[in-house]
């Protein structure tokens, strides 16, 4: 099949399109190359690469031309950087999100897979979180993309365009952004030890987090791509593993020094997925362990 990749060149979307090409297909590319948290951009001479913004309808919808699947990754994806610049998350997560599923929909695009968050899940819920828990949005960058799970849901609602909305538990992995305070954190933490600096624990470092590995995360995207049982369409799964450690806990892990920084706002407490849906649906687990993964990366 022809498989488009929106974010494509980022840290998920690079491991996306690297499955796809070893599953056969063929791929497009688009990134803006704008996330000032990678280091670099990973794009591949075999693939059909766009250097297009998703906010730019008109560079972005003929790209859609003769697409099967559409894996929409590309957004505004840190929470600080979100509040000190609250339009420009808003507008990329939703407007944004809207220009890929019109492109879609033109095209006529089979499934549209969309890449959201478990941040929508906030403060109010008591984990473990399931998907039919109220949204409780602490800050613009997951107000923008619960916002652009309704642009996917009323797209396949009104238009007949085949949606599937996965948020992501915390994901970790090689490729993943380094650069900046706010890189996720096990990246981060890896980066200061072997540049031989304390890792920063933000708070009191007894945040709980479901970290899940990349590579299980693109099993879930080409899963919900490719599952035929019609529950899967329009729906939302997450993509969690079930388990979660605290800050201090991956500190001990990865065996180094650290301080202690002052809290950020606007960050949720606890992360802990169910993914009892996304198992009896489109048959997803989690198989990487994050305590052998830092094993063979510390």
Known sequence: MKCLVTGGAGFIGSHTVDRLKTLGHDVVVVDNECAPENS????????????????????????????????????????????????????????????????????????LVY???????????KPPLREDMTTDCLNPYSVGKIAGEEVCKMYTRLFNLETVRLRYFNVYGDRSPLKGQYAPVIGLFLRQKHA????????????????????????????????????????????????????????????????????????GRETLADNTKARDIIGWKPNVSIEEWIKHNR
């Not at 730019?56 to 994806?77: C, K, T």
């Open 115 to 125: 890449s959201s968050t478990s941040a929508s899940y906030g403060l109010k819920n």
């Open 40 to 111: 670099e951009f990973y794009w591949r001479d075999d693939t059909d690469n766009h250097k297009v913004d998703i906010m730019n309808y008109d560079q972005l919808e003929p790209l859609m031309q003769g697409v099967d699947l559409v894996f929409h990754l590309a957004a505004e994806s840190r929470i600080q950087p979100s509040i000190t610049d609250p339009r420009y998350a808003i507008q990329v997560n939703t407007v944004g999100t809207a220009n890929v599923c019109q492109a879609a929909r033109k095209h006529k695009v089979k499934r």
């Open 196 to 267: 031989g600096d304390p890792m920063t624990v933000i708070g009191d470092g007894q945040q709980h987090r479901d970290f899940t590995h990349v590579d299980d995360i693109v099993t879930g995207n080409i899963l919900a791509a490719t599952c035929e049982d019609p529950r899967v369409v329009g729906e939302l799964f997450n993509l969690g593993t079930g388990k979660n450690y605290s800050i201090l806990d991956i500190v001990e892990m990865i065996q180094g020094a650290h301080v202690m920084i002052p809290a950020r706002k606007a960050e």
